[in-house]
């Protein structure tokens, strides 16, 4: 092991002998000049990487995300797509609506119709007693119209077919309990009328 030691000493010896030699002032200038230069580079990649960094950040705040108002104005497409989604939103309210109030009144007319029928029976004083009642009832009913028909606000559409049928009826009715019926659904409608 000795003479491995001595033989590291030994190789190394012209480096030790080079590293003590004294460094002419030439060399140490352009030591010295290398170092500043190093440093002049070293600040150069400092303001580089700020100027980058600078650049990075105004290129992602252009390109972020826009609120939906500003987005939709500023895109000719997405404004059309917008107004063509409220629009379809609305119309198939606006047909839901229609389709409701029409199925309502198709049930409503059904429903009179029906209680015509039982008040013409001949053969059940009780079907017509109950059918008064009910077309007395129906007459009163009220719904808001507006068709182009011109018949526009509250409307009283079986008021006036629910009192002829029972005046008509009244006439000839035989049976006192049926007429009494009758007079009282006569009545109804004459006095919710103001007649």
């Known amino acids: ?35 500043r230069q190093a440093k002049a580079q070293a600040e150069y990649y400092k303001e580089q990487i700020k100027l980058y960094r600078k650049w990075v950040e105004t290129q992602t705040a252009q390109q972020a995300p826009k609120p939906w108002l500003q987005k939709m104005l500023g895109d000719p497409a997405d404004t059309v797509g917008a107004a063509g989604t409220v629009l379809g939103a609305f119309l198939i309210l606006t047909l839901f609506g229609l389709n409701a109030s029409s199925s309502r009144r198709y049930r409503r007319d059904t429903q009179f119709y029906e209680a015509l029928k039982r008040f013409g029976d001949e053969g059940s004083p009780f079907m017509r007693s109950s059918a008064a009642g009910l077309l007395g009832h129906m007459g009163m ?47 109804q409608l004459t006095h919710a009328s103001g007649k």
């Not at 629910?162 to 000839?172: F, G, N, T, V, Y």
Request: proline residues 5%.
């Open 1 to 35: 092991m000795r003479i491995l030691i001595i033989i590291v000493v030994i190789a190394l010896m012209p480096c030790l002998a080079h590293a003590q030699a004294p460094v002419s002032p030439e060399q140490k200038e352009l030591y010295m000049a290398q170092t």
């Open 141 to 187: 009913h009220r719904e808001f119209s507006m068709w182009w028909d011109g018949s526009y606000g509250w409307q009283t559409p079986y008021r006036q077919t629910a009192l002829d049928q029972l005046k008509a009826r009244l006439s000839i009715e035989e049976n006192t309990s049926v007429a009494e019926a009758i007079k009282g659904a006569v009545e």
